[in-house]
């Protein structure tokens, strides 16, 4: 089985920071792409950001300039650095990767997603 796990998550005042982490266990044969989406009180979930392989990041307008999304392949975690936190910021951050499992004998590539971690921003 393959496990996303994340922390980071809490209440922090607007114009504070957080760093989200996201660490991936289990029976792996390779890690591709690895993000990070959010969905707040009634609204779609939405991409915030993701890092490929290689470390190439994309970020959706409205974090950009604000949030990072640094990748270390050796330890299976993708992060997200949050600067400038916004009220809007607020919701339930999820971790995402493409993930090959397996060990000896590798499988197709599947979707994981993270239990989710709640971010609050608010004076």
């Known amino acids: 089985q393959v496990q996303l796990v994340e922390s980071g998550g809490g209440l922090v005042q607007p114009g504070g920071s957080l760093r989200l982490s996201c660490a991936a266990s289990?029976?792996?044969?390779?890690?591709?792409?690895m993000g990070w989406y959010r969905q707040a009180p009634g609204k779609q979930r939405e991409l915030v950001a993701t890092?490929?392989?290689?470390?190439?990041?994309n970020y959706t307008d409205s974090v950009k300039g604000r949030f990072t999304i640094p990748r270390d392949n050796a330890k299976n975690t993708v992060y997200l650095q949050m600067n400038s936190l916004k009220p809007e910021d607020t919701a339930v951050y999820y971790c995402?990767?493409?993930?090959?499992?397996?060990?000896?004998?590798?499988?197709?590539?599947?979707?994981?997603w993270g239990q989710g971690t709640q971010v609050t921003v608010s004076s």
């Open positions: 995402n990767a493409d993930i090959r499992p397996g060990t000896v004998i590798p499988g197709p590539i599947k979707d994981y």
């Open positions: 289990g029976s792996i044969f390779s890690i591709y792409a």
């Open positions: 890092v490929t392989k290689g470390g190439i990041p």
